[in-house]
């Protein structure tokens, strides 16, 4: 159904029933507490298998105003492995109307356990509007793992024991419900983990010797304050 995923779903792309969204929608569905897992297999648009190790997984979420989700589950998965139909490690992120809570955990050998857990904030489960939400996830030895939901850090947690779950593929899973998904994203980080780098004009290929004069926003600038800028300091090293 979906050419860079593992089809382990009936999920289907449908057009929004919530006027929230935008236009088409992913209606990710499961009629029981068993988990129905969708997992990225490979880059998006590419045929390339998914390799990524730090990434964070991010889309917008709705609810119709029926409310088919008042015992259901959303899950974000990070660095999945799967047996071809059933998941058997991760770490997951989840927003249960069922229980009331927001968890973070992870899934190893089969086993699943709690590393963090809160009272759910009823606003991010609120009706008639938009929702993101965004888990992050990154580092090998200790493993950083955040739940971020319309823009605030909702729970954050870390694995610091021998087994880390050190790579694997990104998924969207939901229990006992229906839930309507869009922009589905793949946030990636460094190699190491770490943010990414702000970039600049000297990055560019043959940039020294050619790069004449740059200035920043943030850095050089001379104003009072109500006043036209004075001077605006050249960032190339060239004074000009």
Not at 12 to 39: C, H, M, Q
Not at 149 to 155: A, F, P, T, Y
Not at 216 to 229: E, M, W
Request: proline residues 3%.
């Amino acid at each position: 159904m979906f050419s860079n995923w593992s089809n382990t779903s009936s999920w289907k792309v449908i057009d929004d029933p919530t006027g929230i969204l935008n236009g088409k929608v992913l209606s990710a569905t499961s009629s029981s507490s068993a988990r129905v897992s969708e997992i990225l297999i490979q880059n998006i648009g590419t045929a390339t298998p998914f390799t990524d190790k730090h990434y964070s997984i991010c889309c917008n979420y709705a609810f119709q105003e029926d409310w088919q989700f008042g015992s259901g589950t959303l899950e974000l998965m990070s660095r999945v492995s799967y047996d071809g139909t059933t998941v058997t490690s991760c770490y997951f992120a989840a927003i249960s109307v069922s229980s009331n809570k927001v968890v973070i955990g992870a899934i190893k050998s089969g086993k699943e356990s709690i590393l963090i857990e809160a009272t759910l904030p009823s606003e991010i489960v609120a009706r008639n509007k938009l929702h993101k939400i965004e888990f992050v996830t990154r580092g090998t030895t200790i493993v950083s793992l955040d739940l971020i939901v319309d823009g605030k850090n909702i729970l954050s947690s870390s694995d610091n024991t021998s087994a880390t779950i050190d790579s694997g593929f990104p998924a969207i899973t939901v229990k006992s419900g229906t839930i309507y998904i869009d922009t589905f994203l793949i946030k990636r980080y460094t190699l190491d983990g770490g943010e990414p780098t702000d970039w600049t004009p000297t990055q560019i290929s043959g940039a020294s010797g050619v790069l004449v004069f740059w200035v920043k926003s943030d850095a050089g600038i001379t104003a009072s304050s109500g006043s036209p800028v004075g001077s605006w300091v050249d960032q190339t090293g060239n004074n000009n």
